[in-house]
């Protein structure tokens, strides 16, 4: 599917001429597209002379950037030491298996987009899961049967 990038030419035009901006361009590129598309990482580079490469370098190592679109809902799993303690494995496992999604991947009908993460500072609540902005802690197999149907059902409602 082709993009309309003249957001992202209006979002570039900003930076120009400016140090250090890679990260907050690509932020607000994000905040557009939902993603980084492939065609913006072209436009950066030629517009403002980086290679692709040290673009893609920034968007892989930091996993608030995603290259490809996502869900209407990200479900974040912790797979920390507490987590992973506490059964945060099953938990992916489980949600993985009910969506059949594997990590980093978003369902068909772009409901549901999962994530594998490091710890998200909430150990004591171990193990847990993000939906969107809401944190979910002490989870188990009921909590996640739980927590999908609701948020399955929210799709509906919109
Ligand atoms: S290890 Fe999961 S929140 Fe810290």
New binding site residues.
């Given amino acids: 599917m082709k993009i309309d990038v003249s957001h992202a030419k209006k979002i570039i035009q900003r930076y120009r001429k400016k140090k250090g901006i890679l990260i907050p361009l690509l932020q607000d590129i994000q905040a557009i597209y939902g993603y980084v598309p492939e065609e913006t990482v072209g436009l950066i580079s030629k517009e403002l002379s980086i290679y692709p490469v040290d673009i893609y370098g920034v968007t892989t190592f930091y996993t608030q950037f995603h290259l490809m679109p996502q869900g209407k809902h990200t479900i974040k799993v912790?797979?920390?030491?507490?987590?992973?303690v506490?059964g945060?494995k099953g938990i992916l496992n489980c949600i993985s298996d009910k969506l059949g999604i594997k990590d980093g991947e978003t369902t068909e009908d772009g409901r549901f987009s999962l994530e594998r993460?490091?710890?998200?500072?909430?150990?004591?609540?171990?193990?847990?899961v993000v939906v969107d902005e809401d944190f979910h802690g002490n989870c188990n197999f009921q909590k996640i049967d739980y927590l999908l149907n609701q948020y399955k059902s929210k799709k509906e409602e919109s």
Avoid: E, K, R, S
């Avoid at 912790?78 to 992973?84: M, P, W």
């Avoid at 710890?119 to 609540?125: I, K, R």
């Fill in positions: 912790c797979q920390g030491t507490a987590c992973h506490m945060g993460v490091a710890c998200l500072g909430c150990c004591g609540m171990a193990p847990v």
